[in-house]
Structures are given as structure tokens and as C-alpha cells.
């Protein structure tokens, strides 16, 4: 035999009563009988087999570039190499090629070592029936690793995409509102300072078309600082505090002063735990959807109870009010931005605020939701993850971490 | 001595300077009102080049940051390394709520910053209240021409 190897021959016509599955093989074998034996074994159980009978380096290494094989059947001893190097040639060729030991008897030590090493299977060349059955689940399982391995790498690419189409918007959102802001500013100060300066002096139409240019201009004005402000949730860099939400809440209640008066709203809250986050975007959150509940009260004065209670690994806040709540289909369209839900004339308002409470909750990997009554009130709920040391101290003390 | 003040507003948008002289007349501003739409302009007329060789010389600079070829932090620092140039008040009227643009602004210099306010009735009154206090209650170092 010489180093190129031989080649094996095909199935006798005989043997082909079941369907055929070609399959290219590479044998890494000394004893030719061995190799008649080895493929005839895998052709009497529907295998087609072709390919390179080879017992050394070199004519692995010749086969292995010249036709790569689906699988490789390597005795364990040969006179000059030994089975198990032809993994390490598979495995710095950077190949997916499962090997399989085709031997005489090899100690159950030996065997187990060469499967830690990375051997698909072994097989006693005493017990050849079982090798084509070998082969098949060898082949199963590659398929299998391919798989998940295009799979992997799709979502890798995916998420990757996304990610960077995520960061463009957010780039074009603040970019765009920015330089938005600069014209419609001259257009907002021009429509106004004609509508006081020619009021009564153009005809009643002209003062009304004024009117109506200096309003849209105004109200784009603020269309245009809240986009601002949602997109610069995701670009600030905020530093990360210890944040207890009752100072919080006492802050939110002084902002809301105001409202909370004129509305005669009640507002409940106590114990309420510290946070890791960024003290502006935690009060974002808590003055947004107290705003919006007594924004949208109903006729009785707003009573509003907020608490938080630990669940697993993380605070689940909740914000209860009795005011018109939401009806149940429109439960997740209330956190997309500009969505709105009544005419401007019912209640003001751009549809920002529930979209930026999203953004900032999910940027500390917590959820927010709704969950409304219909008619008797809604309550908003998120979740922020537990500051590490409120993680030790609960319900896992032993751990200590 | 001279009884007119002297303003120079340096602004790329025509339209910004024009509402601002409005604001000005509005608010019974007696001096001159003088305008320059970039930071190379604003220099030359500062330091009396080119066609402005007989220019005045300002009371005050109402500074936009944001300007072409040289911008407005660029024209502070080179008026406050002017001798002749550094008591001139230079009032910062920008768009711009950055906080690293206003910090850098009182770092190099500036006398005050004032965001420029989107709504007509705010630049109005915003407008009046320079004019009221840097005209009216400041008193400005002297000429010395």
C-alpha cells in the first residue's frame, strides 16, 4: 500500500436492497482487511461508502484537503502514528469532522480518555454491527451542532443589527430634534410676532391662518423638546447612586405640588426601598406616572398609593389610582411613544411620559405594565433589579454574596 | 461723553439678529446696534480690520456659541487675551443647554449665560432685561478710546 492510500471499493450490487446513503469516509487504518471489513459493515446497513484508507500523517493531512470526509474511522495503534493524532490534525485544521476509534481491544480507561479528548464514539473491531449505527447518530449529532451553530450565529448577527440600528435612531432622534429646534424656533417667534403686531390690521381669515401657524409651530416646539428628552434617556450616561424612593416621592409630591392641590389628590407611600440607578431618571419615572394619575382622575379626588415589594431578584413597584383607567387593548400601546389615547382638548399632553418611564426602566432590565380595571382605576407596575447588598440580605443570607 | 451705547451681536441667523433689534426697539433701546454673522466677522469688527477700521468699539457682545468658522467660545477666548478687548461684558445667548458649553463659557470668560428662549414673548422680555440690566443698571468700565 502506498502512502497516497487506497481506495475503497464501492457496495457489490447486492447489498443494495435498502435505500442508499452515500457517505465519504476517511480511514485511518494499517491492515487492509480491516478496511474491507470496516466498509463492509457501514455498505450492508445502507451506507454507500467512498473514500481514502490512509495510515499516517502525511496522507491524512493529503486526503483530508484533497476530499474532506464526513467522517473519519481511525484504528487506535498504527505503526507509525496513532489514531487519536488525527484528531489533533482535525482540530488545528479547524474541522468539525467527527472521529470515530475503529479498534482491537482497548482498556474502558483508555476509551473513556479518548471521548474526553474529543472522540466521537469508539468501536471494537469485534463488534462492527454497531458502527453504522454510530455513524448515523455521529452524523445526527453534527447536524445538530451545525444547527444551533447557524442559529447561534444568526441571533449573535441579529441582535448585533439591531443594536446598532437601535444607536442610529437614537443618534438620528437627538441629532434631528436638535437641529429641528434652531428653525422652528424662527418660525415660532415670526408667526407670533405677526399675529400681536398685524392682529385687527389683514383681514379676520389672515389673523386666523396666523393663529393656527403660531399654535402648530408652538406646539411642535414641545413636540420636539420631548423627543429631546426621550432620546437622551438612552445617550446619558448617568451615574449610578444608592437612591431611596421615598426621597423620591417626597421630591415628586413638592414638583407636583400644584396639581396635587388643585385636585385635591391623596397621595400614600412609606417604606419604600433604595435603588441603584440615576436619581433624574427614577424621579422621572415615579413624577411621570403620578402625573399622569392625576392627569386622568375621574370624579372623585385622586388617591394614589405607591408601594414595592421584593420578588426574586428584583423591587416590584406598583403605582395604584382611581381615576378613568385604561381599557385592556390599549394596555401596551399607552408606553409607544406619541401614542395617545384622548383628543388634546380632553386631556393635554404629547404621549411622551409612560414612553420615556419605559425606556429608563428597561435600561436598568426592569418591565413596566399596566394593569387597569377599566373603568375603577389603573395601576402601573415595574420592576428594578435589587441593589446587591438588598440581594444578600433577604431571603439568601447564607450566601453572602 | 458719549451718550449712545455701543451693541454688537454676533449671530448666524439674520433672522435671530433681526428679532432681537425688534425686541430692542420694543423695549426703547437708544443705541446702536451693531451685527456680525460669524466669529471671523465678529473679530475683524472687534479688532477694527478690513472694512471695519473705524469701527466702534462695543459695550457689550451678545455672543452666540454656534457660529461658522470661528465659533463663539473661540471668539470669547480671543477677546479675553485682548487687552484691549477683555472688559468688554460678554453676554453668551445661546440655544445651546449643554452643561459643558455654559461651564466652558464662565470658564473662559464669559460675563453671563443666557439660553436663548424659543417662545416670542420669553425673547422679549428676556431681551429687555439685558438691555435693562447692562444698559441701565451696570455700570460699563470706561471707553477708553
Known amino acids: ?401 | 461723553m458719549k451718550s449712545t451705547h455701543e451693541l454688537l451681536i454676533v449671530d448666524d441667523n439674520p433672522a435671530d439678529i433681526a428679532l432681537a433689534r425688534e425686541a430692542l426697539t420694543v423695549c426703547a433701546y437708544r443705541g446702536q446696534i451693531n451685527s456680525a454673522v460669524d466669529g471671523a466677522e465678529a473679530l475683524a469688527f472687534l479688532l477694527r480690520r478690513g472694512n471695519y477700521a473705524s469701527a466702534p468699539k462695543p459695550d457689550l457682545v451678545l455672543l452666540d456659541l454656534n457660529l461658522p468658522k470661528r465659533d463663539g467660545l473661540s471668539v470669547l477666548t480671543a477677546m479675553k487675551a485682548n487687552p484691549d478687548l477683555r472688559r468688554i461684558p460678554v453676554v453668551i445667548f445661546s440655544t445651546s443647554q449643554l452643561l459643558q458649553d455654559i461651564d466652558r463659557s464662565y470658564e473662559l470668560g464669559a460675563n453671563c449665560y443666557i439660553s436663548k428662549p424659543g417662545n416670542l414673548t420669553d425673547f422679549f422680555s428676556m431681551m429687555r432685561s439685558i438691555e435693562e440690566f447692562w444698559f441701565g443698571s451696570v455700570t460699563l468700565p470706561p471707553r477708553g478710546e
Open chain 1, 1 to 401: 500500500m502506498t502512502s497516497t492510500g487506497s481506495h475503497v471499493a464501492k457496495a457489490s450490487a447486492d447489498e443494495q436492497t435498502t435505500p442508499r446513503t452515500s457517505l465519504r469516509t476517511l480511514l485511518v487504518e494499517d491492515n487492509a482487511l480491516d478496511a474491507a471489513l470496516v466498509v463492509r459493515a457501514l455498505n450492508k446497513d445502507g451506507f454507500e461508502v467512498a473514500g481514502d484508507v490512509v495510515q499516517d500523517e502525511k496522507a491524512f493531512r493529503r486526503s483530508l484537503r484533497a476530499s474532506p470526509p464526513e467522517i473519519v474511522l481511525a484504528d487506535y495503534n498504527l505503526p507509525t502514528w496513532k489514531g487519536m493524532e488525527a484528531l489533533k490534525v482535525l482540530r488545528a485544521e479547524g474541522l468539525d469532522i467527527p472521529l470515530i476509534l475503529v479498534s482491537g481491544a482497548l482498556g474502558d480507561v483508555t476509551a473513556v480518555e479518548c471521548i474526553r479528548q474529543g472522540a466521537t464514539d469508539y468501536v471494537l473491531k469485534d463488534g462492527l454491527a454497531r458502527l453504522p449505527e454510530v455513524v448515523r447518530r455521529a452524523l445526527r449529532e453534527k447536524h445538530e451542532r451545525s444547527l444551533r451553530l447557524r442559529a447561534e450565529q444568526d441571533l449573535a448577527a441579529k441582535a448585533e443589527e439591531l443594536a446598532r440600528s437601535n444607536a442610529d435612531l437614537e443618534q438620528f432622534a437627538y441629532v434631528a430634534s436638535h437641529d429641528l429646534q434652531e428653525p422652528l424656533r424662527m418660525v415660532a417667534a415670526y408667526t407670533q410676532l405677526l399675529a400681536e403686531r398685524y392682529r385687527g390690521k389683514l383681514d379676520e381669515n389672515a389673523d386666523k391662518f396666523i393663529g393656527y401657524a403660531s399654535e402648530g409651530a408652538q406646539r411642535m416646539q414641545v413636540l420636539i423638546q420631548d423627543l429631546l428628552a426621550f432620546s437622551r434617556v438612552g445617550r446619558k450616561e448617568g451615574t449610578l447612586v444608592s437612591i431611596d424612593c421615598n426621597a423620591v416621592m417626597d421630591g415628586v409630591r413638592q414638583t407636583l405640588s400644584s396639581s396635587i392641590q388643585e385636585s385635591g389628590a391623596v397621595i400614600h407611600y412609606a417604606n419604600l426601598p433604595s435603588v441603584w440607578a440615576d436619581r433624574t431618571q427614577v424621579a422621572q419615572v415615579f413624577q411621570n406616572l403620578m402625573g399622569n394619575a392625576i392627569k386622568f382622575r375621574g370624579k372623585e379626588p385622586p388617591v394614589i398609593s405607591v408601594q414595592a415589594q421584593k420578588e426574586g431578584q428584583q423591587w416590584l413597584f406598583s403605582v395604584a389610582d382611581n381615576g378613568i383607567g385604561i381599557a385592556p387593548e390599549y394596555a401596551e400601546n399607552i408606553f409607544v411613544v406619541f401614542h395617545r389615547l384622548h383628543a388634546r382638548t380632553e386631556y393635554p399632553g404629547n404621549g411622551i411620559g409612560l414612553a420615556i418611564c419605559k425606556k429608563i426602566v428597561e435600561r436598568y432590565g426592569g418591565k413596566i405594565w399596566v394593569e387597569s380595571l377599566g373603568c375603577g382605576g389603573s395601576t402601573f407596575k415595574f420592576t428594578m433589579p435589587l441593589r446587591s447588598s438588598d440581594a444578600s440580605s433577604g431571603t439568601r443570607e447564607e450566601t453572602g454574596q
